[in-house]
Every structure is written in C-alpha cells, then in structure tokens.
C-alpha cells in the first residue's frame, strides 16, 4: 500500500480527472504507473509485434533481387504468367 500527501492543486487535479474518467483514484493510478512503464520499455519494430521477420522468405531469390530494375522484371513476368492462365 502506498500513502501519499498532495498539495491542494494536484489533489484537484486529481479530483477532476477522477470525476471525468469515472474512476478512482487507485485505478488511475495503476493505469498511470503501466502507461509510464510502457514508456521505459525500448519500442518493438512492426516486425517484432508482427511475430518475427518470416523465415525462409527469400531462400530461392537471386542475390540481385534488391535491385528495383530486377524486382519490376519479376513482377512483370509473374503478372504475364498469371494473366495467361486465367485467358
């Protein structure tokens, strides 16, 4: 249990967030100590929060695929190849 004393500005303060998130004082708090936390913790990259980079992905691809020229290429040919089956 903590106790704390609060001047007379932040116990109004506290009294009108109180009074508009409809909470108490612990609850807020609690959500104000985990979202302070939340900001101690080092950020997770898309990939991360996504599960991790896929594995395998690019196993079979040319070492020149990072080449924009070579990646319109492909797609070019898959969209052909593609297009033929369906015609």
Request: hydrophobic share 30%; proline share 3%; net charge negative.
């Amino acid at each position: 249990m903590i106790s704390i004393s609060l001047d007379r500005e932040t116990e109004t303060y506290l009294a009108d967030i109180i009074a508009q998130e409809h909470s108490t004082s612990e609850e807020l708090l609690k959500k104000l100590i985990y979202q302070y936390w939340q900001t101690l913790k080092p950020r997770q990259t898309l990939a991360q929060r996504r599960g991790g980079h896929p594995q395998n992905l690019l196993q079979d691809a040319d070492p020149d695929l990072s080449l924009r020229e070579n990646r319109k290429k492909i797609v070019a040919e898959y969209i052909e190849t593609h297009h033929q089956k369906f015609n």
